[in-house]
């Protein structure tokens, strides 16, 4: 068992005596490091987590933020990366069913989903099973409950062909009176709704805290299978007891099923609990163990006053929602589990809840100091026109079509700025308002495999700019660490500098870290881990959805301006390791404080209507964003490089394809260009107007009117639109 000598003497120790089976099973589940977060908790503690918009920081199933003094928005992240690897299609399905009901607990309405898959190369044929099994989970799941998905990120890497990163997040919004913020307390009755019982998911947690074994079919247990049509059950009869007032807590049965669930309760507000197992639904017959630790899925905790108790059981009998009234809870912090009069486990709550944190070893390893040092040597340019091409084509830039038109974006209506047209997406709040809100997911696994402290540092920075390229003020953001063996020194390194990062220019740009998900062990069989990911997803407010930005250009003859100053960055870059196959340098320095001035700028620029389209500058560069606006209008551009705003630039290649952070696109209406650039001097923005739209199939190029690059468009578009869809069904 996952559990080692030492902690089960503590396990002795905290008992005074042998513990049964049952305890120890209660003690593996919630002591994993997916449940107990013990090698993390003293290093997140590093994350700031306070703000005037927080409602509800870290410590709940969910956090909550305030976007308007009328509405509370509920988010979460969450990853489901073992159970995906060994069945992808119910490993993410889950996944999906897991994060929303972390919403419901909370008592907010999920309204849509976010996905943040890292897979491994299509033409890899294992990679290329995993890889559709996962959509195909993520679609079916948020399809059937009717959430849209709407937006995410996507990375395709050969360090994730076995193993993957299933990264989903949801978002909910509520009435600020109807967050559930009660407390429980002595008497209180303990219901269990939803699913049945089973076998499926046993000890998952314990599955998600180890490495995979080599023959992952032997682990098909521990992964859970979804019911959407009893979530959906969940989603509509949560909404009926919240708006009754009749339940005083809720929570999810996820990692540790229900030891987990009642001891954290219990933990949390110095309450002990008796615990009936015999009373549980289930599907089939089962131990006092399994009942204990299964995690099957669809299934939350309520708690309720026993004065409420027959308003609770009329709404679940109307709905036909399974529930289970199995026991209550007392005031002397100690956890006690019966079965058919039988006392299986008597366990302290706060002991079982939160064991001791653990001070890992970090070590930085060897293979990233040559990732820290700049680039010295370039290889020689080459053509600018094939590597334009070669670079739009990578899988991590071009559009992911195949992924997202496999979901429904738009059912629930709300959905302002659609998948492949925003840098976020937009939400609108159907209250009769214009208002909405923003939500993007980002990571960059190679900026965090070369230099985990900027590399996760630059994720958040640019979700901060993705937030704002659609005209929202960024107000929060959730964080999903992913990372590989902790009992290994080198693997720790990467988490600990992540978080160093992630803390760092959280602060700087004044976006509180409201809560998140650590998922180690993510490595193959031979304990090679998978390149180290900061996933970062973040909510912003937009006050006017009628204003909501996309990056498409609109008109023909427009300006083009490029917002920020570019620097030599190409270490860490797309260019680099599509054009050379390197993987190697110096990433993009993080600049907070450009990042807090340029996008002040850039969304005063959106609200005052002086721009058509915003497009911020990252992987592939300034070509890159370019042909991306392009290609959504279908509007060609003739821009001049010369132009551009840069500092320290010897190479062309350079100003095409750096990866320089706090950059923007901007495509000015005509009128508005001496209004704009006015703006950029009161705010002392750097602002170049390199080029103009315009009505022509071509994208082009030019060095002081030396034509350097003239593509056709139509072209650009088909390779664009193709490239994923050809690479997964090549790889069949």
């Not at 054009?579 to 620029?605: D, H, Q, T």
């Amino acid at each position: 068992m996952p559990l080692s000598l030492e902690e089960v003497e503590e396990i002795r120790r905290i008992l005074g005596r042998e513990p049964t089976e049952e305890e120890l099973a209660m003690f593996e589940a919630q002591w994993s490091e997916h449940c107990s977060y013990k090698s993390s908790k003293l290093l997140l503690k590093l994350l700031p987590s306070e703000g005037r918009h927080v409602v509800v920081g870290p410590g709940r199933d969910a956090p909550a933020v305030k976007v308007f003094k009328d509405w509370v928005v509920v988010f979460k992240i969450e990853s489901h990366n073992h159970p995906s690897a060994v069945d992808p299609y119910n490993g993410a399905a889950t996944g999906i069913g897991g994060i929303v009901r972390d919403i419901l607990s909370l008592g907010a309405k999920p309204i849509a989903l976010l996905d943040m898959l890292y897979l491994g190369n299509p033409r890899n044929p294992h990679a290329n099973w995993l890889i559709r099994g996962i959509v195909r989970g993520i679609s079916d799941y948020g399809n059937r409950i009717g959430i849209p998905t709407v937006a995410g990120d996507t990375w395709f890497d050969n360090a994730f062909n076995s193993q993957p990163l299933v990264n989903v997040a949801c978002i909910g919004i509520a009435k600020p009176d109807k967050v559930v913020l009660t407390t429980p307390e002595p008497g209180d009755l303990i219901i269990i709704m939803g699913n049945s019982t089973g076998r499926d998911g046993l000890l998952g947690s314990s599955f998600a805290s180890k490495p995979l074994a080599e023959d992952v079919d032997r682990d098909i247990g521990a992964v859970q299978v979804g019911d959407p049509l009893t979530e959906k059950l969940l989603i509509d009869v949560i909404q009926i007891l919240i708006e009754k007032g009749v339940v005083k807590y809720i929570k999810d049965l996820g990692g540790g099923g229900l030891t987990t669930a009642v001891c954290e309760t219990a933990a949390d507000h110095n309450l002990g609990a008796v615990i009936y197992l015999e009373k549980l639904h289930t599907r089939q017959s089962l131990t006092p163990l399994e009942l204990l630790v299964s995690e099957s899925q669809e299934r939350m905790l309520l708690v309720v006053n026993p004065e409420n108790i027959e308003s609770v059981a009329r709404v679940l009998d109307e709905y036909d929602v399974m529930y289970s009234v199995i026991g209550f809870f007392t005031d002397d912090g100690i956890i006690k589990v019966f079965y058919n009069g039988v006392k299986v486990a008597e366990v302290p709550a706060k002991e079982l809840a939160k064991p001791r944190p653990l001070r890992r070893a970090s070590t930085p390893p060897l293979e990233v100091l040559k990732g820290l040092k700049p680039l010295y040597n370039l290889p020689p340019e080459p053509n600018y026109e094939e590597s334009i091409v070669k670079v739009l084509t990578s899988l991590n830039i071009v559009s992911k079509r195949w992924i997202y038109e496999q979901y429904d974006h738009e059912v629930g209506i709300r959905t302002v700025v659609k998948p492949g047209y925003g840098d976020a997406a937009v939400l609108r709040l159907l209250d009769g308002s214009r208002r909405g809100i923003a939500v993007k997911g980002d990571a960059n696994p190679r900026y965090t495999y070369l230099d985990p402290f900027n590399g996760a540092a630059n994720a958040v920075a640019e979700c901060f700019r993705n937030l704002v390229a659609v005209g929202s003020k960024p107000i929060a953001i959730v964080d999903e660490l992913n990372a590989g063996n902790p009992e290994k020194p080198e693997h720790f390194w990467y988490f600990e500098m992540m978080v160093k990062g992630i803390a760092w220019i959280a602060e700087e740009l004044k976006l509180p870290v409201v809560g998140g998900k650590v998922s180690f062990y993510n490595e193959d069989h031979r304990g090679k881990q998978v390149k180290p990911t900061a996933t970062i997803v973040g909510i912003g407010r937009v006050d006017d959805i009628t204003k909501a930005m996309t990056m498409d250009f609109k008109e023909n003859g427009s300006y083009i301006a490029i917002v920020g100053v570019t620097y030599p960055e190409l270490g860490g870059s797309e260019y680099l390791f599509r054009i050379f196959g390197l993987e190697e340098g110096e990433i993009p320095r993080p600049r907070p404080s450009s990042e807090l001035r340029n996008g002040k700028f850039v969304y005063k620029a959106i609200s005052l209507g002086y721009v058509n389209a915003v497009h911020d500058i990252s992987i592939g560069g300034l070509a890159t964003a370019l042909i991306e606006m392009a290609v959504k209008g279908k509007i060609g551009f003739e821009v001049d490089i010369a132009k551009v705003f840069a500092r320290g630039i010897q190479r062309l290649d350079e100003i095409l394809f750096s990866e320089t952070q706090a950059r923007y696109i901007l495509e000015v209406k005509g009128e508005y260009l001496e209004d704009l650039l006015k703006l950029a001097d009161r705010l002392g923005v750097k602002v170049s107007i390199i080029g103009r739209t315009r009505d022509r199939n071509s994208v082009v190029f030019t060095k002081n009117s030396t034509v350097l690059v003239n593509l056709d468009l139509s072209y650009l578009s088909d390779i664009y639109d193709k490239t994923l869809e050809e690479e997964i069904e090549g790889g069949v």
